[in-house]
């Protein structure tokens, strides 16, 4: 599969690492359930983000 924005397909992988670690903080820390959702909601969020991305690469361009 050739990716043609992998360059920001990367960024989000980045981001969604970033989110893990987010998340793994708030599990140790002092945080409410409600922070720990949101954290989650934003995760899922960038998933969907790099799963359109993806799809969109995968189909092929419609004239019209």
């Known amino acids: 599969m050739d990716v ?6 990367n960024r989000r992988f980045d981001q969604i690492d970033g989110k893990i670690r987010h998340l793994r ?3 140790n820390g002092q ?6 959702n949101k954290g989650l909601e ?3 969020q960038l998933q969907d983000e790099v ?11 419609q004239n019209g």
């Open 4 to 9: 043609r924005n992998s360059e920001l397909i």
């Open 25 to 27: 903080h708030l599990l």
């Open 31 to 36: 945080s409410t359930p409600q922070d720990f």
């Open 42 to 44: 934003e995760l899922q």
């Open 51 to 61: 799963r359109s991305m993806i799809n969109r690469d995968q189909t092929p361009l």
